[in-house]
């Protein structure tokens, strides 16, 4: 039982540790993305009147620059929150599993007395 158990909770280590650094993968190209949006907030702050004055140069920053930026900070955003709910169902489950397992393997085992 103690070997089959080990095994298990090393499994599911593993595969918590995998989706884990999935989402520090993504967290640190989200922090990259955020300082590409906060130099696009800059950039247009800094160029209000040339832009107020100029709307199709405005029209062209908002959608080649801007919307660019915000689509890959809401890909990477949905992508963390994803992996790292994955990551916490996979430890839940895999928990609640080991717990089942070893009633099973007790019972089965008769390792425990059974109920009447």
């Known amino acids: 039982m103690l070997l089959v158990s080990s095994l298990w909770m090393a499994v599911t280590l593993v595969g918590g540790w995998l989706l884990v650094s999935r989402v520090y993968l993504h967290m640190a190209k989200l922090r990259?993305?955020?300082?590409?949006?906060?130099r696009d907030f800059?950039?247009?702050?800094?160029g209000r009147k040339e832009l107020h004055l100029n709307r199709e140069?405005?029209?062209?920053?908002?959608?080649?620059?801007?919307?660019?930026?915000?689509?890959?900070?809401?890909?990477?955003?949905?992508?963390?929150?994803?992996?790292?709910?994955?990551?916490?169902?996979?430890?839940?489950?895999?928990?609640?599993?080991?717990?089942?397992?070893?009633?099973f393997m007790a019972n089965s085992l008769a390792a425990g007395p059974t109920p009447p």
């Open 32 to 38: 990259e993305v955020e300082d590409d949006l906060y």
């Open 42 to 46: 800059q950039s247009i702050t800094e």
């Open 57 to 103: 140069r405005a029209q062209l920053i908002y959608e080649t620059v801007y919307q660019e930026d915000a689509k890959a900070y809401r890909h990477h955003i949905v992508l963390a929150d994803t992996d790292h709910l994955s990551a916490v169902n996979w430890s839940n489950i895999m928990t609640l599993g080991a717990i089942g397992m070893v009633f």
